[in-house]
């Protein structure tokens, strides 16, 4: 089973949003305290650097998606499985599916908070990298094969 990534439409923002903070707002929380205002206009300003998409299956809807082009491949700014759905392979698919856009030699990057480390696990058991570890974020990387 594969999945795809389909562009989010401004009308589906706000349902975004939500997904964004189930997903997000306790870590968030943990690092920087959770400002709802904040974080909605942090949201908006998304697009300004990466594209929105959600993440469907089969037609369903699984999860949210921020990703972009930079030199050398793609970076992943935010991928959010729905809680109900966790578990289920759903996002290491959701990972591959986002692997098959680069071309040969080029990187998938991306960061996730340290204060997680179930997170860490899953990115390294798909075979990402660890690149930079920072005081809240670790920097992990895996490369398109040649």
Same mark, same amino acid.
């Given at each position: 089973?594969?999945?795809q990534f389909t562009p ?38 998304? %697009?300004q650097f990466a594209n ?21 491949? !793609? ?16 996002? %290491? ?8 856009? !680069?071309?040969p030699g080029e990187r998938?990057? !991306? ?5 997680? +480390? ?7 058991? !798909? ?7 920072? %005081? ?8 398109? +094969?040649?």
């Amino acid at each position: 089973m594969s999945g795809q990534f389909t562009p989010l439409l401004a009308s589906e923002r706000d349902a975004a949003f939500s997904r964004y903070r189930d997903g997000m707002a306790a870590a968030i929380d943990h690092v920087y305290g959770w400002q709802e205002a904040q974080q909605r206009w942090q949201f908006s300003q998304q %697009a300004q650097f990466a594209n929105l998409f959600w993440y469907q299956e089969n037609g369903r809807t699984c999860g949210l998606a921020a990703f972009g082009r930079e030199a050398g491949g !793609l970076r992943l700014y935010l991928l959010v499985i729905d809680a109900a759905l966790r578990g289920q392979g759903i996002g %290491a698919r959701a990972m591959r599916s986002l692997q098959q856009l !680069l071309r040969p030699g080029e990187r998938l990057s !991306l960061s996730c908070f340290a204060h997680q +480390p179930r997170v860490l696990a899953f990115y390294q058991a !798909l075979g990402y990298q660890r690149a930079a570890d920072e %005081a809240h974020f670790h920097s992990l990387w895996w490369q398109m +094969p040649c």
